[in-house]
């Protein structure tokens, strides 16, 4: 790993940004880098993984298009975050559990008042997901569900039967983007990290609530008509975001990108 942005002469002193091969950071190192910024009351991150032909996802799933390296960059991110935000679709087609405590982060976690893992998150207005799984019986953390105030009561009391914590944000049977981060934050989950999938993540974008965005840029090429890493409805004016810092290794880019109204230092 090397960091190419920003530069100083620490920054080429102890990463080798100036060689063609860096090394591998441990993982204080990635938490450092990836760290929240520490005078914002709520925080939306969403990390993502996109090739260099825009696609978010090959055969339906990421993880053909992401590395080693973009696993550790996923894993620190949840390492410091308070909860991941992701949509049903993605739980479904992802195949995702409960986060897990990692002693990695134990000590820094600890440090900000945190539980020992994220809680999970998962955005479902129509609540159609397998409630026998061990995403909701079997967390470390309870999980949550965030739906809207007109979900079937059948379901509802499913989720609740599970052992999740069900969150209403929003009218009907959808789900509000600006009160689910409202909500999330009012129960002091407020370092909040979105792992998609594109659905989710281009709501958080059409509602302006997105405050950094963390994309892995592959450097692969997959043709098709893959999803891009934000889907949705349009923005009437491009949203304008910020470099904050770029690794690089084996000629995966890593990118953080913010809205510039906060600083991690």
Same mark, same amino acid.
């Given at each position: ?8 002469? @620490?920054?080429?002193?102890? /990463? ?24 914002? &009351? ?8 996109? /090739? ?85 019986? &079997? ?31 929003g009218d009907g049977a959808r789900v509000d983007p600006?009160?689910?981060?409202? @909500? ?10 979105? &792992? ?25 090429? /997959? ?15 491009? @949203? ?24 991690? @230092?």
């Amino acid at each position: 790993m090397r960091r190419l942005f920003p530069v100083t002469d @620490e920054t080429v002193a102890v /990463t080798g940004a100036a060689s063609p091969v860096g090394r591998q950071w441990s993982l204080d190192e990635l938490a450092d880098a990836y760290a929240y910024p520490v005078d914002a &009351e709520v925080w939306l991150r969403g990390n993502m993984v996109s /090739t260099i032909d825009g696609a978010a996802q090959h055969d339906g799933r990421s993880q053909p298009i992401s590395s080693d390296t973009d696993m550790r960059v996923f894993g620190t991110l949840r390492g410091l975050a308070d909860a991941v935000v992701v949509g049903a679709e993605t739980v479904r087609q992802e195949g995702y559990g409960p986060a897990r405590a990692r002693a990695a982060f134990a000590e820094r976690r600890a440090a900000a008042g945190q539980g020992p893992a994220p809680a999970i998150a998962v955005v479902s207005a129509r609540l159609d997901l397998d409630f026998s799984l061990p995403l909701f019986t &079997e967390p470390l953390v309870p999980t949550l569900v965030v739906t809207g105030s007109g979900a079937a009561a059948d379901r509802v009391a499913a989720a609740r039967k599970a052992g999740a914590e069900v969150v209403f944000a929003g009218d009907g049977a959808r789900v509000d983007p600006t009160r689910a981060v409202r @909500e999330l934050s009012a129960r002091g989950l407020r370092r909040l990290l979105t &792992e998609g999938g594109p659905r989710l993540l281009g709501q958080f974008v059409a509602a302006r609530v997105l405050d950094e965005l963390c994309l892995t840029l592959s450097p692969m090429l /997959t043709a098709g008509d893959a999803q891009r890493i934000a889907g949705g409805p349009t923005l009437a004016v491009p @949203e304008r975001f910020t470099l904050a810092s770029l690794l690089e290794e084996d000629g995966y880019l890593f990118g953080r990108y913010h809205r510039g109204r906060h600083s991690a @230092e």
